[in-house]
């Protein structure tokens, strides 16, 4: 019998993706469903989400032993009703890495050759005095750059991987050192403040928790070189966003590049986008969109589908958040 799953991903969205259904899964979506449906949703064994809140109906449903997201991140998912209902949590790792590396790898280069400040001088028209303004010290190879990466895990293998051609040297800061990836990518290990005064390009590649939030106040972007690149891929909630704004206004730090924001989607208040067309000129923003290519969204939807046919089957799922007391689908509704 096939095990009965809900996606709590938009119809047109989950097609985008062409993604193969297993033959295990029987998939249900929230969309076609009518408000009286939604009230008290049942008959569904899984669910497959996103990284956002899900309807509190659907964490209660009675038959759910297991909730599979696309994302990785896992933040906005109500742990407590997941401990209630004893089902599973996974959540799916790494499969946007090399994508979100390709961001902070283009960031990188996008504000070394200084390329809004560039558009926006030919757009004035004084061709010759603009172009002459541009030359200098901050207009940059990534070679002489040091580039100092916050939180090594998937993504900061990848984005290594990557400069690594460039001849940049690497600086990494992490919770715990990775001896093994210093001596395969190069890297020198430098606690977080010393990275800071150190590097010429700095990427946040961290998740959100109690330790993170806020991390980057004034007092770390104080600590940065004004001609330093800023780029931050994690959480929104990670960065101080006001004194990053202001950091910038002020010209104490040069440029940054922001796909993620507190709160989103982003407010018209939101002081980042509140800033003078010369600031917009040092700032790449994006609306989280970093990781999910094309292709890139494919594959994480495939592995997750591929992870709920597993576990439809009886076999140990991966990436296990939280293990949930229910038995598991042998028998049938």
């Known amino acids: 019998m096939s095990f009965p799953i809900l996606a709590v991903v938009p119809r047109e969205r989950f097609y985008e993706a062409k993604p193969l259904l297993p033959p295990d899964l029987d998939l249900w979506h929230w969309d076609d469903w009518s408000s009286t449906e939604r009230a008290k949703p049942r008959g569904f064994r899984g669910v497959l989400g996103v990284g956002a809140p899900l309807p509190a109906a659907v964490l209660l449903a009675p ?6 997201l696309v994302s990785a991140g896992y933040e906005k998912v109500d742990m407590t009703a997941v401990e209630r209902g004893g089902f599973t949590l996974c959540n799916n790792p790494g499969m946007n ?6 961001h902070i790898l283009m960031s990188f280069l996008y504000f070394a050759r200084r390329m809004g400040e560039c558009q926006r001088a030919l757009y004035e028209g004084d061709y010759q005095d603009n172009r002459a303004r541009l030359m200098g010290p901050l207009l940059r190879d990534l070679r002489e750059m040091t580039v100092g990466l916050v939180g090594f895990g998937s993504i900061g293998r990848r984005v290594a991987e990557r400069v690594r051609p460039f001849g940049a040297p690497i600086l990494y800061y992490n919770r715990t050192r990775r001896p093994e990836d210093e001596a395969r990518y190069g890297l020198r290990y430098r606690e977080l403040d010393d990275l800071l005064r150190e590097a010429d390009a700095i990427a946040v590649m961290l998740p ?5 939030r806020g991390l980057f ?6 600590l940065m070189k004004s001609s330093a690149i800023f780029v931050n891929v994690g959480r929104g909630a990670v960065v101080d966003q006001q004194a990053l704004t202001e950091a910038l206004v002020q010209e104490r730090l040069y440029a940054a590049s922001i796909d993620v924001y507190d709160p989103e989607p982003v407010t018209p208040d ?13 700032l790449l923003l994006s609306p989280h969109i970093a990781g999910v290519t094309h292709r890139t969204w494919h594959d994480m939807v495939q592995r997750a589908l591929d992870n709920l046919a597993s576990y439809a089957r009886g076999e140990e799922p991966h990436h296990v958040i939280v293990r949930g007391h229910k038995l598991r689908a042998a028998a049938p509704l």
Not at 63 to 68: C, D, F, G, T, V
């Open 270 to 282: 939101n002081p980042l986008v509140c800033v003078p067309q010369s600031v917009r000129d040092r």
């Open 217 to 222: 106040d004034a007092r770390r972007f104080a």
């Open 97 to 102: 890495a090399a994508a979100v590396a390709e």
């Open 208 to 212: 959100l928790n109690e330790r993170t």
């Open 63 to 68: 038959e759910l032993e297991i909730l599979q």
